[in-house]
């Protein structure tokens, strides 16, 4: 069993910065890969950025350049440092854990909101 609690969302003006917080239970944390997914009103949700257990990670393009993902395996963490926000980043996000047996373990979302 894992659970996942996203924090650090809110509400901020555009060029502006957010780091969000997913925090895991469970001892398959460190041997992991952990993503970040966001969904706004009416659209589908859509991948962010990932990292693997190694440590590699991946971005949509319409972040890369201005987020990081980053992972602290001893406190059984992931961080996203979202930096340069637009209106257009506006969306629940999501963390989600893929265990090694291919299931996967979702948090309950934190909203962030950027105005123009």
């Known amino acids: 069993q894992v659970q996942l609690v996203e924090s650090g969302g809110g509400l901020v003006q555009a060029g502006g910065s957010l780091r969000l917080s997913c925090a895991a239970s469970?001892?398959?944390?460190?041997?992991?890969?952990v993503g970040w997914y966001r969904q706004a009103p009416g659209k589908q949700r859509e991948l962010v950025a990932v990292?693997?257990?190694?440590?590699?990670?991946n971005y949509a393009d319409p972040v890369k350049g201005r987020f990081t993902i980053s992972r602290v395996n001893a406190k059984n963490t992931v961080y996203l440092q979202m930096n340069s926000l637009k209106p257009e980043d506006t969306a629940a996000y999501y963390c989600?854990?893929?265990?090694?047996?291919?299931?996967?373990?979702w948090g309950q979302g934190t909203q962030v909101t950027v105005s123009s």
């Open positions: 989600n854990l893929r265990s090694r047996t291919m299931i996967n373990y």
């Open positions: 469970g001892s398959i944390f460190s041997i992991s890969t």
């Open positions: 990292i693997s257990s190694g440590g590699v990670s």
